[in-house]
């Protein structure tokens, strides 16, 4: 299967729709459909029906799924979108890098 590119509470930027230009903290990954949810972003409004006496009803905003395709990983040290390498390192763990400046991802 490999190292994801993107992981859960990884900040991203979104390249690509209404949205663009904005960064964010991705909530959940939704692997199967090759998309993600990043927090505040890309919100949607939704009716509904209260399923508890003190549920949330009415008209509700929630995030709505963004394609992978879509958003780019921020670098801590670059501060800018950036594409993902993955490297080996001595151990034989494998972590993620930026592409730009060679700074690991992962701790």
């Known amino acids: 299967m490999g190292l994801p590119k ?3 509470n990884d900040t991203v930027m979104i390249i690509a729709g209404k949205e663009r230009g904005k960064s964010g903290k ?3 990954i939704l692997p199967d459909k090759n998309k993600v949810i990043v927090e505040r972003l890309n919100l949607v409004k939704r009716h509904s029906k209260s399923r508890q006496p003190q549920g949330p009803q009415g008209i509700v905003e929630k995030e709505a799924p963004l394609h992978l395709s879509n958003v780019m990983l921020l670098c801590d040290k670059c501060n800018r979108p950036v594409r993902v390498r993955k490297h080996q390192l ?3 763990r494998r972590v993620r890098t930026c592409h730009r400046c060679g700074e690991q991802m992962d701790n």
Request: positive net charge; glycine residues 12%; without cysteine.
């Open 6 to 8: 993107i992981k859960k």
């Open 26 to 28: 991705v909530m959940r």
């Open 90 to 92: 001595e151990d034989g």
